[in-house]
């Protein structure tokens, strides 16, 4: 056994998502890479000497979603067998994988980060393109219905437009016993004050800010020297929601931790 008591794995390069902002993608197209996934024969290999060790693994997905392993719960499974104190986390937008398998790693108590920005397939889809609600909810009561997880969670990107949701998103997640809930409200390229450059100043280093019309609608699109170069991205900040956040972290500070 080695002294690793934490680690990042990534178990799936598969995705049916196509989120603007997202590095699978390169100027509105999915860029070319292998879309693969782990086995448990894989892990086992790759983790022999570790697993037993371990106390937190985090299945986030910087490729792809890890719901898009066929085998994420026998992998889960075994990862507890190992370790019966392990905790695991596992982010996903929802949509992918079966209820089935939802509902088996909830029974065995690991925490899913539910990334879901809206409330309906309109407000959600803004972002999370190719994401199907109804598959989405789904999972989530699949997962909620024998759930033994401490710190089950619901991530929500806050933009201006789909801020009229966030109610109501709050709600789906105290009706499916969700523990925690967090608020982005400024989600890249937004963050870090960047929105603040691109919206002041045109032709500086971080680029520029264009309205143009695609597809009969008008979309901003930023074009910066850095990371989000040339990248397509129809929402805005939402610089008005800090008290209205506020107001719904206090109005529902019983039912559910605001992170």
Same mark, same amino acid.
């Given at each position: ?7 990042? +794995? ?18 509105g197209k999915l860029k070319d ?93 803004? +972002? ?37 949701h966030l109610e109501s998103a ?51 699109? +930023? ?9 397509? +991205? ?25 992170i």
């Amino acid at each position: 056994m080695t002294s690793i008591v934490a680690i990042d +794995y990534e178990i799936s390069s598969t995705c049916q998502a196509r989120c603007p902002v997202c590095v699978r993608q390169s100027g509105g197209k999915l860029k070319d890479f292998v879309q693969t996934q782990r086995t448990l024969d894989e892990t086992k290999h790759i983790l022999d000497g570790v697993a037993s060790g371990l106390e937190f693994v985090k299945l986030c997905g910087n490729w792809g979603d890890p719901m898009g392993c066929d085998v994420v719960a026998d992998i889960c499974e075994w990862l507890i067998s190992e370790s019966p104190k392990v905790r695991i986390d596992i982010s996903t937008n929802g949509a992918i994988g079966k209820p089935k398998t939802y509902q088996r790693l909830g029974k065995m108590g690991v925490n899913i980060v539910f990334g879901l920005d809206g409330s309906d397939q309109e407000s959600n889809e803004l +972002y999370r393109r190719n994401v199907k609600w109804s598959d989405a909810m789904d999972n989530l009561k699949a997962y909620s219905s024998e759930c033994t997880a401490k710190d089950s969670s619901w991530q929500y990107l806050l933009f201006n437009e789909n801020k009229n949701h966030l109610e109501s998103a709050i709600k789906i997640a105290i009706e499916n016993k969700i523990k925690f809930f967090t608020i982005i409200e400024r989600p890249v390229p937004f963050a870090a004050g960047m929105h603040e450059s691109i919206d002041k100043v045109s032709g500086n280093q971080w680029g520029k800010h264009e309205i143009i019309k695609r597809e009969g609608q008008q979309l901003p699109v +930023y074009f910066g020297a850095g990371d989000y170069r040339d990248v397509e +991205y129809i929402l805005t900040p939402a610089f008005d929601m800090s008290e209205k956040v506020k107001e719904l972290k206090e109005k529902y500070a019983s039912d559910l931790h605001f992170i």
